[in-house]
């Protein structure tokens, strides 16, 4: 069997509101972290450490380049959820689908809360590249139909 590479995987942004959001087009990175801390404790007539792990959510980012404008309602509808802070506020889902030779499978990643988006333009011939780190409490891997 082959690996899986970079081709094989797309990105979806989808709202609690509306479906989908943003279908990240020409994604130049994509990473996905679980994030875990692990606790260490020491105690008198043991002869090693005891660790102990605490899970701490899911974080990442995606850098690609969007052929379309739709990046930029997104931009502002995440602007005004995080400006709500109320209860009924729109929230935003990514999909990851990454199809393997033996079943693609989906990670789903809800209720993510995005950082800073940064929008870069680097030069007069080059493709305008935007970021999106974001952090969540959890994603579910699931077998994709």
């Known amino acids: 069997m082959q690996r899986i590479i970079g081709?094989?995987?797309s990105v979806n942004v989808i709202s609690s509101t509306g479906g989908l959001v943003l279908s990240v087009q020409n994604i130049k990175s994509a990473e996905f972290q679980?994030?875990?801390e692990v606790k260490s404790e020491e105690y008198l007539g043991q002869t090693t450490k005891k660790y102990d792990a605490v899970f701490g959510g899911i974080?990442?980012?995606?850098?690609f380049h969007q052929e379309t404008a739709s990046i930029f309602t997104m931009i502002n509808a995440i602007n005004a959820a995080t400006r709500s802070r109320s209860s009924t506020a729109e929230?935003?889902?990514?999909?990851?689908?990454?199809r393997f030779q033996d079943g693609s499978r989906r990670v789903v990643i809800p209720k993510v809360q995005f950082g800073a988006i940064p929008i870069s333009v680097s030069g007069r011939s080059?493709?305008?590249s935007f970021k999106l780190d974001f952090s969540a409490e959890d994603a579910s891997i699931i077998a994709a139909a």
């Not at 929230?91 to 990454?98: K, Y």
């Open 91 to 98: 929230t935003f889902n990514i999909v990851g689908t990454f």
């Open 59 to 63: 974080t990442g980012n995606i850098e």
């Open 7 to 9: 081709q094989d995987v």
């Open 34 to 36: 679980y994030e875990r």
């Open 126 to 128: 080059e493709a305008v």
